[in-house]
């Protein structure tokens, strides 16, 4: 089958690999439909990460079930699923409990396993033609049949239900004021969750214009970050800062002023931890789903490199602050979700840019990579 392959810092390739097969009873093999590239994948893709040459890509997969196992009890042939980007086993402690962003058992000697991710299992990704997909009955998620609402659908694969876990996180409230740093594909489902939520006010922070008209059409309110101190734009504004804040940045952080895409010498990886500090008010709560990893090869310094950051975390005690992060558990929400969207009640695939074929893959990351062109997130159908 044909599949997208990482060759080593920015570059891809769309090349054959061997299908795959039952390796277990309980698996399916998807054909796949929609498979998202992720901010995630860029951390990969840029060589940030000590992912190798050879890995597929691809963790936001949507399909048709083409093959079942023998033992798959309530999956059939033809069905139209979409698989949480956490591999999960449903009965380890951390599965039993709804952590499922936390598995033991997919990952040996580790919390969490994922599909086509550096150091998440052997699970190979879905930007490709089929997915071998374990558990199957637990990590299919079916959906009404047919191709309506593809999209908003293909996001409950991370996005959506990792905008809404960071909202979640933050505790966001009916009446609530939240700031939300970045507007990526997962700033602006954060946004569009804390909407959801019954929050009052959201203020969308990042410095990518098309990013930031997203996120006003949904009613936020948009920060530009290069035009002065986002902090003091709020509090500006507001006469004091917020109840909530979420990450959706990580440690790959722009400063003010520097290219969209980042870049090593334009990043400063605390900047937001300390923003969110600032700006949400004593009491307040901080979701942080934005990526920050234990290991950097690119990192700016000796620090950074070893995943430690200097946060203010005498201004947190401070404030009484609670803050919440790591992995989404996507199997918590996502049948919800999918419910608001086929009662027409959630449409997340307003931050979809871009639909293009498997084999337009090369350049569809080279320009998410560069977020040129209004590239907020591409979806390739295989
Ligand atoms: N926790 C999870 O389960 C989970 C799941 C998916 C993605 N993620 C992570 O969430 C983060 C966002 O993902 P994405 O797909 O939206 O990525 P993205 O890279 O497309 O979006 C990040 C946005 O942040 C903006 N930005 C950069 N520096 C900023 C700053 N100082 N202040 C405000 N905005 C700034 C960028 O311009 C960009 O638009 C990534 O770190 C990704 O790895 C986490
Ligand atoms: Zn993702
Ligand atoms: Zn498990």
């Known amino acids: 089958m044909r599949a997208v392959v990482y060759k080593g810092p920015f570059e891809v390739a769309v090349e054959n690999v061997p299908d795959p097969t039952i390796q277990h009873p309980n698996d399916v093999i998807v054909k796949i439909t929609s498979s998202c590239i992720c901010g995630s994948d860029l951390h990969m893709y840029e060589g940030r990460t000590a992912a190798e040459a050879g890995i597929v890509f691809g963790h936001e997969n949507m399909g048709l079930i083409q093959e079942v196992g023998s033992a798959v ?4 042939i033809g069905e139209r699923v979409v698989m949480p980007f956490n591999v999960a086993c449903g009965f380890c402690k951390n599965c039993q409990r709804g952590f499922t962003g936390f598995c033991t058992t997919v990952n040996p000697g580790f919390a969490g ?3 086509g991710y550096v150091a998440m299992g052997p699970w190979v990704g879905g930007q490709a033609e089929y997915l071998q997909v374990p558990f199957a009955d637990f990590n299919c998620l079916t959906l009404p049949a047919g191709t309506e609402n593809e999209a908003d659908y293909a996001l409950l ?4 239900p990792t905008g809404y876990h960071g909202a979640e996180l933050a505790d966001v409230s009916p009446g609530e004021s939240v700031a939300v740093f970045g507007a990526g594909p997962v ?3 954060a946004a569009y969750s804390s909407v959801i939520r019954g929050a ?3 203020y969308a922070i990042d410095h990518v214009q098309e990013r930031l008209d997203k996120a006003a059409e949904i009613g936020a309110i948009p920060i530009n970050f290069d035009e002065g101190n986002p902090v003091d734009q709020i509090k500006d504004m507001r006469g004091d800062g917020v109840d909530k804040g979420i990450d959706a940045v990580g ?3 722009a400063a003010a002023g520097s290219s969209a895409a980042g870049g090593e010498q334009d990043e400063v990886p605390n900047i937001v931890l300390n923003q969110i500090i600032d700006v949400v008010n ?3 709560a901080l979701g942080i789903p934005g990526l920050y990893v234990p290991t950097d090869p690119g990192g700016v310094d ?3 490199k070893r995943g430690a950051l200097s946060i203010n975390f005498g201004r947190l005690f401070e404030k009484g602050l609670r803050l919440g992060t790591g992995q989404c558990n996507v199997k918590k929400y996502n049948a919800y979700l999918r419910d608001m969207i086929t009662a027409g009640k959630a449409s997340p695939s307003f931050v979809v840019s871009h639909e293009v074929p498997l084999d337009d893959a090369v350049d569809a990351y080279d320009k998410f990579d560069k977020r040129v062109d209004g590239y907020t997130k591409v979806i390739l159908n295989p």
């Open 200 to 202: 009052a006010e959201v």
């Open 187 to 189: 700033g602006l489902m």
């Open 73 to 76: 009890k309530n999956l059939s």
């Open 282 to 284: 004593p009491t307040g």
């Open 157 to 160: 694969a991370d996005i959506f």
């Open 113 to 115: 396993g994922a599909y």
């Open 302 to 304: 000796e620090g950074a």
């Open 251 to 253: 440690y790959q952080a």
